[in-house]
């Protein structure tokens, strides 16, 4: 049975940072890019960074260059995005992905 389960999630101040992980049942990750997308209250989900197979490639998009890091433990089947210099905006729940196969999301609320 193939399942993503995200997890770190959670209250955090402006300016916090927090790490999402995204752990991996029934994949061998080696072979997958990953993604993370988020959506907030009112909006559409959208992409926030990826990463490539063997961790090479990653891409952001632009509101969270520089504040977000996408990185990938294969051996441990996990994949992470660490948030630092959190904003209310980035109030949202976060997905992993892979293909077609989606985890449950994780709340990440930044608020004082």
């Known amino acids: 049975q193939y399942q993503l389960v995200e997890s770190g999630g959670g209250l955090v101040q402006p300016g916090g940072s927090l790490r999402l992980s995204c752990a991996a049942s029934?994949?061998?990750?080696?072979?997958?890019?990953i993604g993370w997308f988020r959506q907030a209250p009112g909006k559409e989900r959208e992409g926030v960074s990826c990463?490539?197979?063997?961790?090479?490639?990653?891409n952001y998009t632009d509101s969270v260059k520089g504040r977000f890091t996408i990185s990938r433990d294969n051996a441990k089947n996990t994949v992470y995005l660490q948030m630092s210099s959190l904003r209310p905006e980035d109030t949202a729940v976060y997905y992993c992905?892979?293909?077609?196969?989606w985890g449950q999301g994780t709340q990440v609320t930044v608020s004082s």
């Open positions: 990463i490539s197979s063997n961790g090479g490639n990653t």
């Open positions: 992905r892979l293909g077609p196969y």
């Open positions: 029934g994949f061998t990750l080696d072979y997958y890019a």
